[in-house]
């Protein structure tokens, strides 16, 4: 006998209706869970949408009540009935009102700044207060309003426009700390304290970028040490909001604003923060990044070195060397990366290429020709050149043994941390060992060098001979007398005096009669030069040459070899009269001396030489022999071609001129004019554009005659500042307007005479006259990238 169940499906089986009805029940539940799961997940959506609104309506009722101008852009959207009111004291206002206003505070209105089209619709207007006690850059920034035109029927007026405030923030400059912190640990500068540092500038930060807004950038300068600082804020406007928020504080120990710059590749450019020191590249580098807040859709986001989602061992290793300063060797192991990896993540490329900016200055700096080879074997060791700086070091006369090994005492970590980073990546270099034990033996004494390398590199070869060579070339314990570099061209600099009375035995000659009368019939004229520079055939060498060793056998001939004079004795005299004429003769070297670090020459010539009608009431000949100097003479061009051709950079260095001029009270004007007056004022001015600094971007060098200036003083002020007006004053500004170097001050004791290339050296020098010295009158100065000054 069947089962039921069995008979049940003997009967579905021949019922082909049952089936049927079967399968649409099973569809009929399958749907009604899809659509169960559907209602939940809308009504989960519903519930977040209505909690997000309430949330925004209670925000915006807060700032109703306690802030209502916060929430004044709600006026577009509303009618006229509907328009919401601020309190009685913040109503619009005509300008002459706002100004009074600020005024009665006993603050300074700014002026004002255009936002998004029209002025007279919305401008953003800058408050100063006057600090007590300071010299220059006296107003700085307290707070910033945005006003927009006032559209309510009861202010609207053909005669007279009406404001009303839609944003407003209070500025407070970065603390100190933060601004000097990129030097602090190249220097020993102090760590600097809490207190806000004053900004006194602000200025719409120009460049490119996705966001759709307004961006500015807030400045102010602080001297510390030998560093110029430029510090501020970056603050972002967004017009669909009315909405003005501080974004990113920034220092800079180089003097430069913030610059957009195309680094990652991406169609947005990144914000650049140039925080160099000295040598040491430092760069800090921002995204725009867009973000869902309602007030500010955007922010901006520092690319660092910390490790992203990306499980790699040479990306990893990469980013720890990069991190102590060896940046070329890491981009060029990411390099060998990308070839291996071709999806590489979006994070991890933004740290490549930010590796990628840094490796491009080291480059530069080592492919530069340097004077001073400490700087040379510098700069090849932040590029990781190991080699290369071993061969300028080994190549180095002894009496530059002791600004190496000052410069590897003074070292504060940086060039010790790129040590290991190089040991991590070769770990047995014989190389970076050298340098490894040159570096301790400087710092620490030549027992701990030892026991470094016996430590560290046990069981592995080790070339100690070559090393202690190294470490006695280090403390100057080659013979000098080995130093002769056979015969070169001479090169040499100086100021020479004429004098009448010598004493043989002062000197050093290698001529056997060098105080005898010429034979040329002529009246011999005797000239002392002292030498500011000369060329060894290796490396210039400055005053004072207290690195200079005369060895005790024939001193003279090592002095000769030295100076070149087996070559060329010749010297070209020249001085240049107060009326602009140069007189110039021909002097021929007849004896050396070395005291003190001091070198001096002696100097026969038939055809004296007049310096009395020089600019210098002390003024001596300029003394230089045929190939030191290579004169620098680009063509001029005005500041009104230079603002039609620029207009972004004349706007920074047409002001920077202006303030020159006031900070030397050469023009009495205490507010600084617009752009037009400017140009009506000086625009016919003449400028050089020169690459004094090395960094591949042009300074203005501005040179004002003494007639020009003249015509800029009030007579009081001209008669008062009589003292130096006989000679012209120059300025040389940076790329973005900041003063590198200046005479313009009436109580300046020099005067830019020309501008020069050193032989074998790549960046100018100025050619300076030292007014009312005596000795050295005329000198050399060369840009420090460490210093950021000429010396």
């Known amino acids: 006998m069947a089962s039921p169940s069995r008979k049940t499906n003997r009967q579905s089986s ?102 998004v089209g029209d002025i007279n619709d919305s401008f953003l207007l800058p408050i100063y207060k006057q600090r007590q006690l300071c010299q220059s850059d006296c107003q700085e920034i307290i707070e910033l309003r945005v006003y927009q035109h006032a559209s309510d029927g009861e202010f609207s007026s053909d005669s007279q426009r009406y404001y009303q405030i839609a944003a407003q923030i209070a500025i407070a400059g970065p603390e100190e700390s933060f601004v000097i912190s990129p030097i602090v640990n190249a220097t020993d500068a102090n760590p600097g304290s809490s207190i806000s540092l004053p900004v006194t500038e602000i200025k719409r930060l120009e460049g490119t970028t996705s966001a759709s807004g307004i961006w500015y950038y807030l400045r102010g300068q602080r001297q510390e040490s030998s560093y110029n600082l430029a510090y501020g804020h970056i603050l972002y406007y967004n017009p669909q909001r009315f909405h003005l928020q501080q974004m990113q504080s920034w220092t800079s120990s180089q003097g430069q604003i913030p610059q957009w710059q195309q680094v990652t590749g991406n169609n947005a450019k990144e914000l650049v923060i140039n925080q160099n020191v000295g040598l040491e590249p430092q760069l800090r580098v921002y995204q725009v990044k867009p973000v869902k807040t309602f007030l500010n859709p955007v922010e901006l986001e520092e690319i660092d ?30 390099q060998s990366l990308k070839k291996q990896k071709k999806n590489i993540p979006t994070k991890v490329q933004a740290q490549i290429d930010l590796i990628r900016l840094h490796s491009q200055l080291t480059k530069t700096q080592a492919n530069t020709t340097w004077a001073s080879p400490g700087q040379q074997v510098l700069v090849n060791l932040i590029d990781g050149r190991w080699d290369k700086a071993l061969q300028v070091f080994k190549a180095s006369p002894p009496q530059n043994a002791k600004e190496i090994s000052a410069l590897l005492k003074a070292d504060k970590g940086k ?30 004494g030549e027992a701990q060098a030892y026991s470094w390398l016996k430590e560290e590199f046990k069981g592995k070869q080790v070339n100690l001979t070559e090393i202690s060579t190294l470490l006695k070339q280090l403390k100057g314990e080659v013979s000098a007398q080995a130093e002769f570099f ?103 070297i007849k004896a050396m001396r070395l005291k003190n670090g001091k070198l001096q020459l002696l100097a026969t010539a ?74 009506q004022k000086i625009g016919h001015y003449p400028i050089q554009e020169i690459d004094l600094t090395g960094n591949g971007k042009p300074e203005i060098v501005l040179t004002v005659s003494a007639e020009a200036i003249t015509s800029l003083q009030s007579a009081k002020s001209a008669n008062n500042s009589s ?21 313009f001050s009436n109580f300046s004791e020099q005067t830019l005479i020309a501008i020069a290339n050193l032989w074998q050296t790549n960046s100018p020098s100025l050619l300076v006259e030292n007014i009312n010295i005596s000795g050295e009158n005329y000198t050399l100065k060369l840009w420090s990238p460490k210093n950021q000054r000429f010396e």
């Open 415 to 444: 060039l010790w941390n790129r040590v290991n980073a190089a040991l991590q990546l070769k770990p047995n270099s014989r190389e970076v060992q050298a340098w490894g034990a040159l570096i301790l033996a400087s710092q620490q």
């Open 486 to 588: 056979g015969n070169h061209t001479s090169r040499i600099i100086g100021s020479a005096a004429k004098i009448k009375q010598i004493n043989p035995r002062e000197w050093l000659t290698t001529s056997p009669s060098p105080f005898q009368a010429e034979e040329s019939g002529g009246v011999q004229n005797w000239y002392l030069v002292n030498v500011s520079a000369f060329h060894n055939g290796k490396n210039w060498l400055f005053s004072p040459f207290t690195n200079l060793n005369l060895p005790k056998t024939a001193p003279e001939k090592f002095l000769r070899s030295q100076l070149g004079l087996d070559t060329d004795s010749l010297l070209q005299l020249a001085v240049l009269s107060s009326n602009g004429e140069q007189q110039a003769t021909s002097a021929s």
């Open 305 to 334: 070195l910390k490790p992203k989602s990306f499980s790699n061992y040479i990306y990893k290793q990469a980013l720890e060397v990069a991190s102590n300063g060896l940046w070329t060797p890491a981009f060029e192991s990411l």
């Open 723 to 743: 003292k130096n007006q006989s000679r012209p004053h120059t300025v040389i500004l940076s790329e973005n307007g900041s003063i590198i170097y200046t005479d």
């Open 14 to 115: 021949q019922n082909p209706n049952a089936r049927i009805v079967k399968r649409v029940v099973k569809k009929n539940g399958k749907k009604s869970k899809k659509s169960s799961r559907l209602t939940s997940l809308l009504a989960v959506v519903f519930l977040l949408g209505i909690g997000s609104l309430v949330v925004a309506f209670a925000w915006i009722s807060f700032l109703f009540i306690f802030n209502p101008q916060q929430v004044s852009w709600l006026n577009k959207l509303l009618p006229v009935w509907a328009q919401i009111h601020a309190s009685k004291s913040d109503r619009p206002l005509t300008l002459p009102q706002i100004q009074a206003a600020i005024t009665k505070q006993g603050n300074i209105p700014g002026e004002q700044m255009p936002l």
């Open 606 to 679: 038939v055809e004296p030489i007049n310096s009395n009608n020089s600019n210098n009431s002390n003024s001596q000949a300029l003394a230089v022999t045929a190939s030191a100097l290579e004169w620098v003479q680009p063509s001029p061009i005005t500041l009104a071609q230079l603002q039609q051709q620029n207009p972004q950079r004349g706007n920074k260095i047409l002001p920077a001129i202006w303030r020159s001029l006031q900070a030397s009270n050469q023009s009495r004007s205490a507010n600084i004019p617009s752009i037009p007056q400017l140009l």
